[in-house]
């Protein structure tokens, strides 16, 4: 089959965004229409369809942006920040915000299945890579099940970690629920964005080996940096 001229540019294009960083503002048109020797039509129409695959954003009046996506998450795993960046070729590191003894709200005690005002531990973490705010995590954990967690055992160390060399606690699996939104007055200034700048919104919670959750978080994340794969047994979906 016959590669159109369009497509043959899109192979190009995305051949050189993969070699700039996020949010690289790349040539103008008319510099890219020459660079690439192509019309400033069929340019458009390319940036248009790099544009619907995630991996650029315009921006009128500014130019065009890499948004490159690269981060992916299975969501039938527990997540593992610091793992994920690592394999990235980045710098995982955590700043504690806040580590305090919490009743647990209404909201907080259904997602632990917890009674109202039981304890609980509340977490504040930004999340880094790099040195660049990534994320930025309210966790939630039954005061019950860790009882002596001290903010000094979490530092540069994964949380998951902690839960099983010090307190015994295996985690079979984590739901994890994800929508688009934007980012909030309290929320920008960990994550170092402007207030209504578009973000991912997560909500986790983790299963230990008998079933219980162990584990509630609520994060935002950089939209511009984060996309989550899903793989679906085919066999097992209805339609």
């Known amino acids: 089959m016959k590669v159109t001229l369009q497509e043959q540019l899109i192979n190009q294009l995305t051949s050189y965004i993969q070699t700039l960083p996020t949010n690289a503002k790349l040539l103008s048109e008319r ?3 020459d660079k690439y020797e192509v019309s400033r039509n069929t340019l458009r129409l390319a940036l248009l369809e790099l544009e619907a695959t995630g991996m650029v954003r315009r921006i009128h009046g500014k130019g065009t942006f890499v948004n490159r996506i690269n981060l992916n998450s299975d969501l039938g795993s527990s997540y593992k920040f610091g793992q994920q960046m690592e394999l990235l070729g980045k710098k995982p590191t ?28 509340k977490i504040k973490r930004i999340r880094l890579a790099d040195g660049q705010p990534m994320m930025f995590e309210r966790t939630f954990l039954p005061l019950k099940i860790f009882p002596t967690l001290t903010e000094e055992m979490l530092v540069d160390k994964s949380m998951y970690d ?31 964005l402007q207030e209504g700048t578009p973000c991912l919104h997560l909500k986790r919670q983790t299963y230990d080996l008998q079933n219980n959750i162990i584990e509630f978080t609520l994060s935002v994340a950089r939209s511009d940096e984060f996309a989550y794969h899903v ?9």
């Open 94 to 121: 955590t700043k504690i915000v806040s580590f305090e003894k919490k009743e647990a709200s209404a909201y907080v005690a259904k997602n632990l299945q917890l009674q109202l005002g039981e304890m609980t531990l």
């Open 162 to 192: 902690v839960f099983k060399q010090l307190f015994d606690e295996n985690i079979q699996y984590a739901d994890e629920y994800f929508s688009a939104g934007i980012i909030s007055n309290c929320d920008s200034e960990f994550m170092g």
């Open 231 to 239: 793989r679906h047994n085919v066999g097992n979906i209805k339609s």
């Open 31 to 33: 510099q890219m229409a």
